[in-house]
């Protein structure tokens, strides 16, 4: 399987079936986002099961792939309408706002022996915030 297709698995089931996910991580990865690291596979398990609920649409617009070796870079866009409760990293929670969200976002994946070795992942979190109407 090519990088492309690895990188292409993860995001095709990231929104929709979080454990298929999961398994193109390989033992000890790194995964970063914009609120820090989190723990491979429980950490990431959990912080997409909570996508999963809040965004039960929710999936990846992708617009740019590029490789280079084991590195590739992901450009696009996460799509997805609030239609459940939300948690919060302070332990609060949202409830549904009904309201669509396009959020930009780029990652950059380290793929060795067919897995996924590190996950970096930014997106425009203030902006995702604003749409939901959480912040001004």
């Not at 970063?32 to 649409?57: H, Q, W």
């Not at 959020?103 to 067919?114: D, H, N, Q, R, W």
């Amino acid at each position: 399987m090519s990088h492309k297709s690895i990188a292409m698995k993860y995001f095709d089931n990231a929104t929709k079936n979080p454990e298929v996910a999961l398994a193109c991580f390989a033992g000890g990865a790194e995964f970063l986002s914009p609120m820090g690291a989190l723990p491979v596979p429980e950490g990431v398990r959990g912080f997409l099961d909570g996508y999963k609920k809040s965004f039960p649409d929710s999936g990846f617009e992708i617009t740019r792939i590029v490789e280079q070796g084991d590195q590739i870079a992901v450009e696009g866009f996460w799509v997805g309408t609030h239609t459940g409760p939300m948690q919060m990293p302070d332990g609060t929670t949202v409830p549904p706002t009904n309201r669509k969200v396009r959020a930009p976002f780029a990652t950059f994946l380290t793929i060795v022996e067919g897995k996924i070795k590190s996950h970096r992942g930014y997106w425009d979190l203030a902006g995702f915030m604003m749409q939901l109407g959480l912040t001004k």
